[in-house]
């Protein structure tokens, strides 16, 4: 069965940094385009930065734009996202999701809250706290 695996989540103080990362077992990340999606509790699930599988083209949410960073290691078959900055709000759990590209290319589309719903992996996520 084809599984999505993130990890990297943990407690961290405002300000500091984490690195979380997303692996897959049965098939190859590189063809995919990725999303990184996070929860808070009592709110809606939302699209935080995606990555095309073609050109490499990244879409990164208002709020966390200049503060994280997606990015692709095919050798490892991972993705990561570099989170910097760190806010007490980037708080949630947070899920990485893969879909088989079609027309659209542009990344923002598949993080988009009317499109997401359609990607067809997703992992089971990873805690992410931001408190002093």
């Known amino acids: 069965q084809l599984q999505l695996v993130e990890s990297g989540g943990g407690l961290v103080q405002p300000g500091g940094s984490l690195r979380l990362s997303c692996a897959a077992s049965?098939?190859?990340?590189?063809?995919?385009?990725i999303g990184w999606f996070r929860q808070a509790p009592g709110k809606e699930r939302e699209g935080v930065s995606c990555?095309?599988?073609?050109?490499?083209?990244?879409y990164y949410a208002d709020s966390v734009k200049g503060r994280f960073t997606i990015s692709r290691d095919n050798a490892k078959n991972t993705v990561y996202l570099q989170m910097n900055s760190l806010k007490p709000e980037d708080t949630a759990v947070y899920y990485c999701a893969a879909e088989a590209p079609g027309v659209v290319q542009d990344p923002s589309w598949y993080c988009a809250e009317a499109n997401y719903h359609g990607m067809d992996y997703w992992g089971k996520g990873t805690l992410v706290t931001v408190s002093s």
């Open positions: 990555i095309s599988s073609g050109d490499g083209s990244t």
């Open positions: 049965e098939f190859t990340l590189d063809y995919y385009v």
